[in-house]
């Protein structure tokens, strides 16, 4: 099976998303491997949220607040 070579997400949205979380410190462009295992269950969560976000019709609120870390 191949591997993709490129991301979804732009790498400022992805710094973006460590810093929220507050891993901004230990995250280096195109390096994330000083991220915990439950830091990176949670960026992947605010990368889903975003994207539900972003692909939402205008005036609908599909995130729910609570559901993130």
Not at 18 to 30: E, K, L, S
Not at 47 to 64: C, K, N, W, Y
């Amino acid at each position: 099976m191949s591997r993709r070579n490129h991301s979804l997400l732009s790498e400022e949205t992805k710094q973006y998303l460590a810093r929220i979380q507050g891993a901004g410190d230990r995250v280096h462009p195109y390096d994330y491997g000083e991220l915990t295992s439950r830091e990176a269950g949670n960026f992947t969560k605010y990368a889903v949220a975003a994207a539900e976000e972003l692909l939402a019709p205008p005036g609908s609120q599909t995130v729910d607040p609570s559901r993130l870390p």
